[in-house]
């Protein structure tokens, strides 16, 4: 880097940290200020600031591993999410909206009662704070660190490759740096603060991206699109440039003629996994986490369908082809580099002309920061309200809980840190980070639609998904039988990673079910207090309806058939685009058609969703 590139980037930290303490003011009022922005957030900074969320500085570095070593197609492991994330905009974001909490681990003690409810609420809030919260945090320090390395940031200030710096590790000072950096911003403002500068932060990575792509491809070695279309595939013994791994012959016998490529980069197990099963089996099928963070932040329940769908759109649609076609020029100019996810950053050394090499960095430092930010903020935002707040200091002040919530975003931090330093493989954390968060989804989903869910069936289904997952991803290759008799050896360390997520999943509901029917259901009052407060569709509350009077706001029948539509608008108009880069016309003009019949269902369904027995009164007062 020259001196204009370090100018522009310090600028650009300075500027952030800035407005970061300018806007501590207005988070130091409550802890809604801090945590849920005061409940004011307008649908457009808080479905960008979702948005910038997911782009982290570790997406880049992981897409161009992924693609490096199992094609375009194995991108499903990330895309698979789009159905929940389309699911949330039309079944979940109101219903989010109206429950009115500050951490989705607020919600046990609305939807369930008594002792196993607070046991839930304190369990899911350590959970998601601390081991899984900071493996996510360890995931993008250590992306931040491959950049900073790939970048020659040492090299460039007079220390050489391997040699320590200032008598220590050049990865443990680059970690304490970044975490510095983001540790003020994030402590400092709140989450105010984190999603105004995620709305610079977002576009500012997005036009990142889009000027590695261009400038990759254009390069003489790539061709430009024609020629990243036939050089990646001549430089992979495998199909790179498919969407999917399987085949399409209409003259074949069997399924309509659909068969899986004999040259897929994944496997079939995997495919079917991400597609069929990750979406709704993740501890995030409703929604949760930082997202739901976001949607208790805006302004009311319209505004929270809005931001779904823009974040949505910006997610899939709009971010998905830079990051990919960046990860195929990779392909052709690196075809023997060794940890493909340093590729991004060695694109970015090699074609970026001193200034725009600044430019670009420092879009991969907003990157970083927006997502790092959020996930310290999240996590203090559990164990201030749902542990501190809720279990050791029921009486604290504002005040009070302002001042923890940013000590918790220091310990945070540093744990995360620690992570960082022990980890090597982006890739590796974000399967990890799916893997010990699968199984509980389908308890999370039944628990806003079916009374019978209690608190013991999702505690369950939450401890057996995570210990699973941590048991099959991280455990010994095989555990043997022969102290109880059997000579036999257990497989435990599953290598597929579809055949991982399938495993969790039916360990786990085989024991939550078993669980939920041994244990008594939540009382009555507990069960008419939440559905006059959220009052959910479908024909899981009966009861309750008949009890209270009240008929459901929106109707579940109707949700999810706008959330199909939807899934073809959102994965079309994502294929269109990318197969009319990759010079596939045809393809791009019947995904497009795609697209366009699912915004047909949704323009005829526009309006507000309410249920057919809803009186004329409620449906002029606009609770759709």
């Not at 013994?237 to 659909?258: K, M």
């Not at 369950?460 to 099959?472: D, E, N, S, Y």
Request: net charge neutral.
């Amino acid at each position: 880097m020259q001196t204009i590139d370090w100018i522009i980037v310090i600028a650009y930290m300075l500027g952030a940290l800035g407005l970061g303490a300018y806007l501590s003011r207005r988070a130091s009022g409550s802890i809604e200020d801090f945590f849920v922005s005061g409940r004011s957030l307008p649908w457009w900074l808080a479905g960008t600031s979702m948005a910038a969320t997911t782009f982290s500085i570790d997406t880049p570095l992981y897409v161009a591993g992924v693609v490096g070593s199992r094609g375009i197609a194995g991108n499903w492991e990330w895309w698979a999410f789009g159905t929940g994330h389309v699911v949330l905009i039309y079944v979940f974001a109101r219903l989010w909206r109206r429950s009115e909490i500050v951490t989705d681990a607020e919600l046990t003690e609305i939807r369930y009662g008594g002792r196993s409810a607070a046991i839930l609420r304190g369990v899911k809030a350590f959970l998601f704070a601390i081991p899984i919260n900071c493996i996510g945090i360890g995931l993008g320090m250590l992306a931040a660190v491959k950049v900073v390395g790939g970048l020659e940031i040492w090299q460039s200030v007079g220390f050489q490759e391997g040699q320590l710096v200032l008598g220590a590790d050049p990865k443990l000072l680059s970690i304490v740096g970044v975490s510095l950096l983001v540790l003020l911003y994030a402590g400092l403002s709140g989450l105010w603060g984190v999603v105004a500068t995620d709305f610079f932060q977002f576009f500012l990575a997005l036009f990142g991206a889009i000027v590695v792509a261009i400038f990759a491809i254009g390069s003489p070695q790539v061709g430009g699109l024609s020629g990243l279309v036939a050089k990646a595939q001549a430089f992979t013994d495998f199909d790179v440039l498919a969407f999917t791994p399987l085949t399409f012959d209409p003259g074949a016998t069997g399924w309509w003629g659909i068969g899986w490529s004999a040259f897929a980069g994944i496997s079939a197990t995997s495919f079917v996994a991400h597609v069929f099963i990750q979406w709704w089996t993740f501890r995030r099928s409703d929604g949760g986490g930082e997202f739901i963070q976001r949607l208790a932040a805006s302004r009311d329940e319209a505004s929270a369908e809005k931001a779904a769908w823009l974040f949505n759109i910006m997610h899939y649609v709009v971010r998905t082809w830079p990051w990919v076609l960046v990860a195929l020029a990779a392909v052709v100019l690196y075809p023997d580099m060794q940890d493909p996810e340093l590729a991004y950053p060695r694109l970015m050394l090699d074609f970026l002309p001193a200034g725009l090499l600044g430019v670009v960095v420092a879009s991969l430092v907003a990157a970083f920061m927006s997502t790092v930010s959020t996930q310290i903020n999240w996590g203090a935002s559990y164990l201030t309200n749902d542990i501190y707040c809720r279990f050791l200091r029921p009486d604290a002040t504002q005040a009070e809980l302002v001042a923890f919530g940013r000590m918790a975003s220091v310990l945070i931090t540093v744990l995360g840190a620690a992570a960082a330093f022990y980890a090597e493989s982006v890739q590796w954390i974000f399967q990890l980070v799916i893997a010990v968060g699968t199984g509980p989804g389908v308890v999370l989903i039944l628990r806003w639609f079916w009374w019978r869910v209690n608190a013991w069936a999702e505690l369950a289904a939450m401890a057996a998904g995570m210990a699973v997952g941590l048991l099959t991803s991280m455990g010994p290759a095989s555990i043997s039988l022969a102290g109880l008799g059997i000579p036999v050896e257990v497989p435990i360390l599953v290598a597929d990673f579809g055949f991982r997520l399938m495993m969790i999943t039916v360990i786990t509901t085989l024991i939550w079910v078993p669980v939920m029917y041994a244990t008594a259901p939540e009382t009555p009052e507990t069960l008419r207090r939440f559905y006059e407060m959220v009052r959910p569709g479908g024909p899981g509350w009966k009861t309750q309806r008949a009890e209270t009077g009240l008929t459901p706001i929106q109707s579940l029948q109707d949700s999810l058939i706008r959330a199909a539509a939807a899934v073809l608008v959102l994965y079309g108009l994502m294929f269109a685009i990318g197969a009319a880069l990759l010079l596939r016309p045809l393809l791009a003009a019947g995904l497009g058609a795609v697209a366009a019949a699912g915004g047909v269902v949704l323009y005829r369904r526009r309006g507000e969703q309410v249920t057919a027995g809803n009186p004329p009164s409620e449906r002029a007062s606009g609770q759709g």
